[in-house]
């Protein structure tokens, strides 16, 4: 298994103001994802975090409000810019295992952000 | 032991009760189930997967059943502990992107 950390756990931001999360992985693993968790609700991927390379968004997230880095196979990062309440939410980062659990993806604590 | 219907936002059980959850997938290509636990304050934790060329498998207390015909998937928890309270997710994926789409999540309470 991975053991996955962020900094930071919680943060409580201004409206237009940015937040960058760091995400810790405890080995080398191939993929990285982001996600966000609304207050109640389920999880919603963001974006693949690709080493070396642009993460690749899903629908209705945009790297111009999602900035995400990763410039290694341990650490990642995703920037929500220009905050407003709405982006209150849990952001998570997780990690695919490595074999023999190669296919389990590994969540990490989550960053519980709330914007004012 | 205490089952939901297709899908129901909640479910108490009582302690040593068998517990169903049950979860509905929509896209018919997908090929790898997943279901997590989410406990308060920490990220999802890894319980069971399941592929779709399975119809069931076992963990320790667990059981995943995977009906493809009606695109239904379920957790079986067998006797039920204080520590199994938690929100529990099913997810799935398609191909090899290892990309998850999350369903809406089970919030199961055990009662003493």
């Known amino acids: 298994s991975a053991v996955i950390s962020q900094k930071p756990s919680r943060d409580i931001c201004q409206r237009g103001t940015s937040l960058t999360i760091q995400c810790q992985v405890d080995?080398?693993?191939?993929?990285m994802f982001w996600y966000r968790q609304q207050p109640g609700q389920s999880l919603t991927l963001i974006a693949t975090?690709?080493?070396?390379?642009?993460?690749?968004?899903e629908s209705g997230f945009v790297i111009d409000k999602f900035p995400i880095s990763r410039p290694n196979l341990t650490f990642s990062t995703l920037t929500v810019s220009n905050m407003s309440p709405e982006d209150s939410s849990i952001y998570l980062c997780?990690?695919?295992?490595?074999?023999?659990?190669?296919?389990?993806?590994?969540f990490g604590p989550g960053t519980r952000l709330t914007v004012l | 032991g205490e089952s939901v219907g297709l899908h129901l936002p909640t479910l108490s059980v009582q302690e040593g009760d068998n517990s169903i959850i049950n979860c509905a997938y929509s896209n018919s290509a997908s090929d790898y189930f997943i279901w997590y636990k989410q406990e308060s304050g920490k990220g999802p934790q890894f319980i069971i997967d399941?592929?779709?060329?399975?119809d069931k498998r076992q963990g320790q207390r667990v059981t995943v059943l995977l009906n493809k015909t009606v695109k239904h998937l379920s957790l079986q928890i067998a006797a039920t502990q204080p520590g199994d309270s938690a929100v529990y997710f099913c997810?799935?994926?398609?191909?090899?992107?290892?990309?998850?789409?999350f369903g809406a999540g089970t919030t199961v309470t055990v009662r003493a």
């Open positions: 975090a690709n080493q070396g390379s642009e993460a690749t968004y």
């Open positions: 997780s990690a695919l295992g490595k074999a023999p659990s190669y296919n389990e993806q590994f």
């Open positions: 399941i592929r779709s060329n399975m």
């Open positions: 997810a799935e994926n398609e191909g090899s992107d290892y990309k998850l789409s």
């Open positions: 080995s080398q693993v191939t993929m």
